[in-house]
C-alpha cells in the first residue's frame, strides 16, 4: 500500500503469497512426520503392552488343542467326529478332527481289506 506502482505491488504479493505457500507446506510436512512417528511409537508400545497376554492365549490355546487331542484318540465314531467338526470354532480344532476323520477311515479300510498273504494253516 506504501508504493504507488501497481507492477511492485504484485511481485510484493506474488512473493507474500509464495512464502505462506512454503510455510504451509513446512508445517504440513512437520505435522505428517509428527502424525507417523506417533503412530509407529504407540504401535510398538501397544505391542508391549499385550505381548504378555498373547503369550498367555496362545498357551492355553496349545493346552486345549492338546486336551482335544487325547479327546480324539478314545472316540472311535466317524459320525461322532463329524459333529464335533460341525461344532468346532477354530482352525487347529478343525484341523486335528480332520486327522482323526482320516485316521479313522484308514483304519477302518485296512480292517476291511483281505489280506494279501494268508497265513498258511499249520
Same mark, same amino acid.
Given at each position: 500500500?506504501?508504493?504507488?506502482? *501497481?507492477?511492485?505491488?504484485?511481485?510484493?504479493?506474488?512473493?507474500?503469497?509464495? *512464502?505462506?505457500?512454503?510455510?504451509?507446506?513446512?508445517?504440513?510436512?512437520?505435522?505428517?512426520?509428527?502424525?507417523?512417528?506417533?503412530?509407529?511409537?504407540?504401535?510398538?508400545?501397544?505391542?508391549?503392552?499385550?505381548?504378555?497376554?498373547?503369550?498367555? *492365549?496362545?498357551? $492355553?490355546?496349545?493346552?486345549?488343542?492338546?486336551?482335544?487331542?487325547?479327546?480324539?484318540?478314545?472316540?472311535?465314531?466317524?459320525? $461322532?467326529?463329524?459333529?464335533?467338526?460341525?461344532?468346532?470354532?477354530?482352525?487347529?480344532?478343525?484341523?486335528?478332527?480332520?486327522?482323526?476323520?482320516?485316521?479313522?477311515?484308514? $483304519? $477302518?479300510?485296512?480292517?476291511?481289506?483281505?489280506?494279501?498273504?494268508?497265513?498258511?494253516?499249520?
Amino acid at each position: 500500500e506504501a508504493t504507488v506502482d *501497481l507492477a511492485e505491488r504484485r511481485r510484493i504479493r506474488s512473493a507474500i503469497r509464495e *512464502l505462506q505457500r512454503q510455510e504451509l507446506e513446512r508445517d504440513e510436512e512437520a505435522l505428517a512426520s509428527k502424525r507417523f512417528r506417533t503412530e509407529r511409537g504407540s504401535h510398538r508400545q501397544n505391542d508391549k503392552e499385550n505381548w504378555p497376554r498373547s503369550r498367555f *492365549l496362545e498357551e $492355553e490355546q496349545q493346552m486345549a488343542l492338546a486336551t482335544l487331542s487325547q479327546q480324539l484318540e478314545t472316540i472311535t465314531d466317524v459320525e $461322532e467326529l463329524t459333529k464335533l467338526l460341525r461344532a468346532a470354532g477354530e482352525y487347529e480344532e478343525r484341523k486335528l478332527i480332520r486327522a482323526a476323520i482320516r485316521k479313522l477311515r484308514a $483304519e $477302518e479300510i485296512e480292517g476291511e481289506a483281505p489280506s494279501l498273504y494268508p497265513r498258511a494253516a499249520t
